[in-house]
């Protein structure tokens, strides 16, 4: 790492030649190999950008010239070079910084940002905070081909349109997004790269912004001089810029989609370190959905960029064919989508992950539960089992869903309730219905499903008994089972075992039966409690004598936290449920 190791700053690349430049390149990428080799990470778009970072880093003054990376995928260079590079070489450090931007580690970064189709906007916003104090510096937008097929980029693109200013949008066009790109713009992309630049039809320029393309979009001296050009200038600007994501890892240029992102593997051959075992939901629900598709036209799957949410790879996408709808990185579009193929006699199935159902509330209000059209929402992820980074967070579907009239939420505890679940949600058409896809494995048991839920609210009496009732929620079920099993062998109580079944509602009879034989009432819920499950069944005991403790994550962002120790810290754990039912017994 001869080079690396005298970069500290992204100035000092202004004191090596091109070849060095070009060395420093190649030092990079030696380096994001053995990294995500080892720990995993987003691997192609962080190895096509290496060029396209360290010519911005060359020509830009950043912190004072500010850069934002749209969703962070490609941000690894951009840290390397700007004074985390130990974090990257020695092992011991690779968890010392995250896998996004984040102002918390470096002047050099602006905004924490996980999601998607984001960067225009927030550069749009620190070019006006700059003109109204007007300061006099650069502020740069990075975005990929795959985020312009985000509502909030094509916004942003709109309104840059109009801002007689300085803001430069770089749009790394590596002709994919997660999978392939999906959307009428990227014919116009294509058009682009076939002419260089130079087709009348311009998307750009028909949102009024200036524009300039780069081909070589991996050859760093192009790419200096093409920022030269556009630096400093008084008006916003698109710079378009072809790359090769995966570049430099033969395995991940021949096959884009499986190399986005990785786990550890062997760098020799590309194989992973640790075999994932076992069934999976997502294969599960794909098999599932085929097979479906085969007897039944109407069924249709629809995804946001994301195929492998249901393990649809290219072969299984091909099997589905028409069926099978990649909407691009428009989670909201999906949505209305869905809700208008449910009203027209189609039967849709929308899968996202508890993260991303974030960036919809407004289209499942209004655009599907408002005309409480029977399309089925699939929440992956949805625990704190999922994602554990900050911006990709699982928890906090319940309160936002649950509580939008009209929708039904429900939460399966098993292999045989989810399958049940799902197939009555697609058959049905009378609701709006999600489905909390179970996170803590494939759990398979002797217990009897119901095959109907139309019925609603109604929850199931798992196990009887008296004095204290466990409600647990979907894959927390596992968890009631074993405190239950715990109260009995410490405490010689025999606890009522309750399956809710039904997020989105209290069943108030079941309820109020228990006020008979028991005198304490426990939930358990994986996800934040204010405004959840459990706060809503304590509502309803609150003028009764009923003692209620509400299990869940206090309200916060927890960032890569470790899951046993946020369990414990929130007394999510078998003992410190039956410690604390102990101590209610006494009251």
Known sequence: MR?????????????????ELNELAQEIREVLLQKLSKHGGHFGPNLGMVEATIA???VFNSPVDKIVFDVSHQSYAH??????????????????VTGYSNPDESEHDFFKIGHTSTSISLASGLAKARDLKEENYNVIAVIGDGSLSGGEALEGLDFAGEQDTNLIIVVNDNQMSIAEN?????????QLRESNGTCKCNLFQAMGLDYVYQNEGNNIEKLIETFEKVKDMDHPIVVHINTQKGKGYQLAEENKENWHFCAPFELAT????????????????????LEKMKHDPKVVAVLAATPKTLAFTEEKRKLAGKQLVDVGIAEEHAVALVSGIAKNGGKPIFATSSSFIQRTYDQLSQDLCINQNPATILVGSASVYGWNDVTHLGIFDIPMISNIPNMVYLAPTSKEEYF???????????HPVAIRIPANGVVSDERKVDTDYGCLNRYKVEEKGSKVAILALGHFYQLGEKVKKELEHQLGICATLINPRYIT???????????????IVITLEDGILEGGF???????YGDSRMLVKNYGIRKSFPDRYVVEELLKENRITKEQIVEDIEKLCKC
């Open 182 to 190: 999906h959307g009428g713009l990227y014919k116009n992309l294509k």
């Open 79 to 96: 840290k390397i070079l700007t004074g985390r590079r130990e974090a990257f070489i020695e092992e011991e450090k690779y968890d010392d």
């Open 534 to 540: 459990g706060e809503k069944v304590a509502t309803f």
């Open 505 to 519: 509602g209290l069943d108030t009879e079941l309820l109020e039966d228990l006020k008979a034989n028991h005198e």
């Open 270 to 289: 590309g194989k992973p370190i640790k075999a994932v075992a076992g069934e999976n939901y997502a294969v599960l629900t794909r098999d599932y959905l």
């Open 3 to 19: 080079l690396l190791n005298q970069v500290n700053q992204p100035s000092d690349l202004r004191n090596l030649s091109m070849e």
């Open 420 to 430: 049940a679940m799902l197939d009555w949600s697609i058959e049905q058409k009378e």
């Open 56 to 58: 911005m880093h060359y």
